[in-house]
Every structure is written in structure tokens, then in C-alpha cells.
């Protein structure tokens, strides 16, 4: 998505930027040199497992109470939900800490 020119940011733990880098470092460094993406490293106490936020739906996905994913996903398509699915994302994008474009 990011090499077609879409706007993306990821946010996602320390421990899963290292495996993305060690098990896929060209997709890696694609998405961390390209100007319309952004990584993020949240380093606190994770509850969703998934929150994608777009201009039409969200999609939303909970960890279970044993740290387990869960395969089951909440999405939405109204205008209310977009926007509580984006304040979401928006906190947890404040709350973390942006990868170095270069290394």
C-alpha cells in the first residue's frame, strides 16, 4: 500500500518491529523510508490487537484476557464509529514513539 502512495502509519510493539525487521527487512525498509508512511513503537500495555481506521469503516480487533488474540473483529461503518476509531488510534499514535526514517 505505502510503494502505491497511501498514507499509512503503523503503530505496533517493540518486539513485533523486530520480528517485521528480521522476517520481511525489504517491507521494512519500504515502509520506513517512504514519505507517506510512518512506524510507531507503543511501548505500554496493549489492548486491541488491531485498529485500522479509514475514511469509510474501522475495523477493531481485542486481545483476550490471556494474551491470546482473539479472532473475532468489530467493524463499523457509520460516521460516529469512524470518528471513535480514530481517537482511538490518535491516542495511541501520541502515546508511541516514532521510527527514524534512516538508521
Given at each position: 500500500?505505502?510503494?502505491?502512495?497511501?498514507?499509512?502509519?503503523?503503530?505496533?510493539?517493540?518486539?513485533?518491529?523486530?520480528?517485521?525487521?528480521?522476517?520481511?527487512?525489504?517491507?521494512?525498509?519500504?515502509?520506513?523510508?517512504?514519505?507517506?508512511?510512518?512506524?510507531?513503537?507503543?511501548?505500554?500495555?496493549?489492548?486491541?490487537?488491531?485498529?485500522?481506521?479509514?475514511?469509510?469503516?474501522?475495523l477493531?480487533?481485542?486481545?483476550l484476557?490471556?494474551?491470546?488474540?482473539?479472532?473475532?473483529?468489530?467493524?463499523?461503518?457509520?460516521?460516529?464509529?469512524?470518528?471513535?476509531?480514530?481517537?482511538?488510534?490518535?491516542?495511541?499514535e501520541?502515546?508511541?514513539?516514532?521510527?527514524?526514517?534512516?538508521?
Amino acid at each position: 500500500m505505502a510503494s502505491k502512495g497511501a498514507n499509512l502509519s503503523l503503530i505496533m510493539t517493540e518486539p513485533i518491529f523486530e520480528k517485521m525487521k528480521n522476517d520481511y527487512p525489504e517491507a521494512t525498509r519500504i515502509l520506513k523510508n517512504s514519505d507517506n508512511s510512518r512506524i510507531l513503537i507503543y511501548k505500554g500495555e496493549v489492548k486491541p490487537s488491531l485498529i485500522i481506521a479509514s475514511d469509510q469503516y474501522f475495523l477493531l480487533s481485542l486481545m483476550l484476557n490471556n494474551c491470546r488474540y482473539d479472532n473475532s473483529y468489530l467493524m463499523g461503518t457509520e460516521k460516529e464509529a469512524i470518528e471513535w476509531a480514530t481517537k482511538l488510534y490518535e491516542w495511541y499514535e501520541k502515546n508511541s514513539e516514532l521510527v527514524p526514517k534512516k538508521d
